[in-house]
């Protein structure tokens, strides 16, 4: 799978450029502030309807405009499809092939993108809610369904939280348990499962990239020994006393250890940043390896905190992925990309981007 067009209206500085990207890479390169990430944005856009950069779409609509929009055709195997997503302050439009789709969803599983930027590293430090949105980019790519489940599980755990919050009587809280375990025990096997794949997967590329072995654990978010029915009865009178559900998988995380220290404590920045690119690399490997699914990948200012072996390390595992890469420099030659790949270079000036012929 890859874009073979991509056009993208309103976004930030660009008002209206349409591009044929490389069928492997695109290099776009170009001055501070002339419109890469933007681009990269668009694309981000267009695979989940929001933003890597900001949760307020009203900074990524160009000022003056009322609404932005992006739209690309995807090339299969087999096939062709076309996509368009439009986004006003208001209302969140999607198209595809010509007709109007409801869910965010169903964009997504057409077209997976991961990003790799300078804040990657911030995966490892922030709360480990990013680290569960991760876990499940991978698991529901590899199995739609998982969405469903989800949806059920926090749905539940909104209803139940809000008797809690009221005070409700004990008979009228754990009227929703039933649900919540059978929900709770899908998505914990759904994310078991995955890792199992995964992590052999992550633990060869960090192996290649940073030349060291680290420890990956999952926690699911509720006592290891406990059965989560067991952990919603022991913890009831604390759940009533806080007003939320204390434990569940809208708590599981996953913790990385190196010697002892987990790694956001011990870890340079560029080993941070390197990290973090396994663990993306390793999904994308999976992807295709369970789905024979590409993804598109969008990789930000590589250049940054990366010396030249690490970055030119990285560039050929990203390449050999497969994935349909889109990078961005500030210099039209911050790397060396392998001749035998099908690229295209464009240069960014003031938000219009122009194909270098190399
Ligand atoms: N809503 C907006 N409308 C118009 N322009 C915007 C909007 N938001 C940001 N910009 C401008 O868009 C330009 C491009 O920003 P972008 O972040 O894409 O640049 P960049 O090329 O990635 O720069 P850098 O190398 O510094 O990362 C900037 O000048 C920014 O101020
Ligand atoms: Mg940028």
């Not at 695979?47 to 609404?67: D, E, G, L, P």
């Not at 649900?179 to 994310?191: G, N, P």
């Not at 599981?252 to 870890?267: C, K, M, P």
Request: proline content about 2%; some cysteine.
């Amino acid at each position: 799978m890859y874009l073979t067009q991509l056009d993208i209206r309103q976004v930030r500085n660009i008002h209206d450029e349409k591009l044929i990207p490389g069928q492997r890479c695109t290099y776009i390169y170009g001055d501070n502030a002339s419109g890469k990430t933007s681009v990269l944005e668009a694309i981000y856009l267009l695979s989940v309807a929001r933003s890597f950069r900001t949760t307020h779409i009203k900074h990524v609509i160009s000022q003056n405009s009322k609404y932005l929009q992006v739209f690309a055709r995807i090339q299969n195997e087999n096939e062709q499809a076309a996509v368009g997503l439009e986004r006003s302050l208001q209302k969140t439009r999607i198209r595809i092939n010509g007709s109007d789709v409801k869910k965010v969803a169903d964009l997504s599983s057409l077209l997976p993108v991961q990003v790799i930027n300078p804040d990657v590293h911030k995966l490892l430090e922030q709360g480990p809610k990013y680290r569960r949105q991760f876990i499940d980019w991978g698991v529901f790519h590899v199995e739609h369904d998982f969405l469903l489940s989800w949806q059920h599980y926090y749905r539940v755990l909104k209803q139940r939280n809000a008797a809690l919050r009221k005070k409700q009587n004990k008979q009228t809280i754990t009227l929703w348990d039933d649900q919540l375990i059978q929900y709770a025990k899908i998505i914990t096997l759904a994310r078991e499962a995955y890792l199992l794949n995964f992590i052999p997967i992550f633990n060869k590329y960090v192996d290649k990239l940073m030349g060291l072995s680290v420890n990956i654990k999952y926690q699911r978010g509720w006592d290891s020994e406990t059965s989560f029915t067991e952990t919603l009865l022991n913890t009831f009178e604390k759940d009533y006393l806080k007003g939320f559900t204390s434990f569940g998988p809208h708590r599981a995380d996953l913790e990385i250890w190196h010697q002892g220290t987990q790694v956001q404590n011990s870890f340079s920045r560029g080993q941070q940043k390197l990290l973090v690119c396994a663990m993306r690399l390793a999904q994308i490997s999976h992807l295709k390896k369970e789905k024979n699914q590409d993804s598109v990948l969008l990789v930000d200012d590589l250049a940054a905190e990366l010396d030249t072996k690490h970055r030119q390390n990285l560039i050929e595992l990203l390449v050999d992925t497969k994935a349909q890469l889109f990078l961005t420099a500030t210099e039209q030659n911050s790397f060396i990309l392998p001749p035998e790949i099908e690229s295209k270079m464009f240069h960014v000036e003031h938000g219009r981007l122009k194909e270098v012929v190399q």
